[in-house]
């Protein structure tokens, strides 16, 4: 029995690192709003860190998206480089119900060197919230591609006043430019 109870503590002491991870992370996630910095601990202590986004962001809880994302958009301007489970959770975070959300993750795609940035705010021209078309314009601006200014010039009907002033605005730069 005592040889047990060692190998058992034995085991707790070699592996001590990854199940004060685990229990955190459990703990975490169960809470409403979860510590700030145990998070960035958790996340930033972890040897998969991707793995631990991912289980925060499907907790479908809004203290945990926004926390996610905030990392990666941190992520994004320290690194310029997510992998691609960062990347997938981004994408899916542009598609989000919470505006804060969505203009994060499209800011943190925007800070990467990912090429679907483009095609992402060309979709979200046709978005329904002018919230999002204007994230969209945005996007397309800070790219400054000749080639997309056709497409702004089509956000001149938009029904919205401050997606058209967004899109003039955008259009009068690129003109006297």
Not at 160 to 175: G, P, Q
Request: with cysteine; aromatic share 6%.
């Amino acid at each position: 029995m005592w040889c047990g109870i060692l190998g058992l503590c034995l085991v707790a002491l070699a592996f001590r690192g990854a199940i004060h991870r685990g229990l955190l992370a459990e703990m975490l996630i169960r809470q409403e709003v979860p510590s700030a910095e145990g998070f960035e601990w958790l996340v930033t202590s972890s040897p998969k860190p991707s793995s631990i986004l991912q289980r925060f962001w499907n907790t479908q809880k809004i203290p945990h998206r926004t926390m996610t994302v905030q990392y990666l958009f941190r992520q994004a301007l320290n690194t310029a480089q997510l992998d691609e489970y960062q990347v997938a959770i981004l994408k899916t975070a542009v598609l989000d119900g919470d505006e804060s959300v969505r203009e994060l993750a499209l800011s943190a795609l925007n800070a990467t060197d990912n090429q679907e940035i483009i095609k992402i705010a060309l979709d979200q021209l046709g978005d329904i919230d002018p919230q999002v078309r204007l994230s969209g314009i945005q996007v397309l601006r800070r790219r400054e591609d000749p080639s997309l200014l056709p497409v702004l010039y089509t956000r001149l009907d938009d029904p919205d006043w401050m997606v058209v002033t967004s899109a003039a605005s955008v259009l009068r730069l690129e003109f006297l430019n």
